[in-house]
C-alpha cells in the first residue's frame, strides 16, 4: 500500500529564531519513498539536515521573525500489515543485554524510574516474563489513563501521569516505557505519523508516540495509547523520551499559530 504523510506548520517569532525540527521519516524508511519529499518554506530559508546521537535525522534553520510556515509532503510505500506480535519473546537478563540497551533501563528527564520501581514490581512482579508481561503493562496503562487533547501538558512525567491518570499519547508512551525499564525490560520512545489506517476515522491529524521494547534480541512495538496493531506507523524519532526528540525545539520564544498533520493511504492506478 502506498502512504502520502506531512505536516504544515505556522509559527511566529518577534526575532529571528534558530530551531531544530524532528518531523522527517527516519533515515530506516527512505529507501520506500516512491517520490521526492516536498519540504516548503515561507519566507524561504536556508536549511541543513544532520544526524544527532540517536540517529534521528533533524533539520535545522532560523525561522525569521513574523508568520513562519515550513512544510513537509511524502509518500511511501508499507507492507499494509499491522505491528508485528511475537508473544514467544522472551526477556533477556541484565548481564546479556547489548550494550546499547542499556542506556534504555535508566531513568529520563520525563521518566522516573526510581519513583515507579516498586509501584511497578507490586503491580508487574508476578506477572510472567517476556511479551506478556509487557502487555500486561499496556493494558494496564490504556485503563489508567484517560486520553484527552485538552489534557495535554509538555512538562507532565510519567509518574504524574500515573498520579493524575489523564493526559495524551505522550503520556501513555512515558508511562509504559517507565514501568518497563523498572522491569528491567529496555524500552525506548518514538514518535511519528499514525493515521487511520484500518480504524474509525479519530478526527484531525497529529503526530503519536509509542514505545519499543526490546525482547528476544530485537525490538518490538508496543502502543499503550491504542492497544491494538495498528498498519503504517511511520517512525520519525527514537530516544529516551520526549525530551530526546521535541518536534520542534525552539531556541527562543514562538508562537504556534497553525498546525496540520496527515497520514492517509492512497491508492495506486
Avoid at 93 to 112: F, H, K, V, W
Wanted: net charge negative; with cysteine; hydrophobic share 40%.
Amino acid at each position: 500500500m502506498l502512504i502520502r504523510f506531512g505536516h504544515e506548520f505556522t509559527i511566529t517569532c518577534d526575532q529571528p529564531t534558530p530551531m531544530v525540527c524532528l518531523v522527517s521519516p527516519h533515515i530506516e524508511r527512505h529507501a520506500d519513498l516512491v517520490a521526492p519529499e516536498v519540504q516548503l518554506t515561507n519566507p524561504q530559508v536556508p536549511m541543513h539536515s544532520y544526524f544527532d546521537l540517536f540517529g534521528n535525522l533533524c533539520r535545522r534553520f532560523v525561522a525569521p521573525a513574523g508568520d513562519f510556515m515550513f512544510s513537509y509532503d511524502a509518500t511511501l510505500r508499507d507492507s499494509g500489515q499491522p505491528d508485528v506480535y511475537a508473544p514467544e519473546a522472551n526477556e533477556i537478563p541484565i548481564a546479556a543485554l547489548p550494550d546499547e540497551t542499556l542506556l534504555y533501563l535508566m531513568g529520563s528527564r520525563y521518566c522516573e524510574t526510581d519513583r515507579m520501581s516498586q509501584i511497578a514490581w507490586d503491580l508487574f512482579g508476578n506477572v510472567t516474563p517476556g511479551w506478556g508481561r509487557v502487555q500486561a503493562i499496556c493494558d494496564y496503562v490504556h485503563n489508567h489513563i484517560t486520553f484527552n487533547y485538552m489534557d495535554a501538558r509538555s512538562t507532565r512525567t510519567a509518574y504524574e501521569a500515573w498520579q493524575e491518570r489523564k493526559g495524551v499519547c505522550r503520556d501513555f508512551a512515558h508511562l509504559s516505557v517507565t514501568l518497563c525499564r523498572a522491569m528491567n525490560i529496555p524500552a525506548r520512545y518514538v514518535n511519528g505519523y499514525l493515521g487511520d489506517i484500518g480504524v474509525p476515522p479519530a478526527g484531525a491529524g497529529d503526530f503519536a508516540a509509542w514505545m519499543e521494547v526490546y525482547l528476544g534480541g530485537r525490538w518490538w512495538t508496543f502502543d499503550a495509547r491504542n492497544n491494538i496493531p495498528r498498519i503504517g506507523r511511520i517512525v520519525v524519532a527514537r530516544g529516551r523520551d520526549a525530551a530526546d526528540v521535541p518536534l520542534l525545539n525552539s531556541f527562543g520564544p514562538h508562537i504556534l499559530k497553525d498546525f496540520k498533520v496527515w497520514t492517509d493511504e492512497v491508492w495506486e492506478g
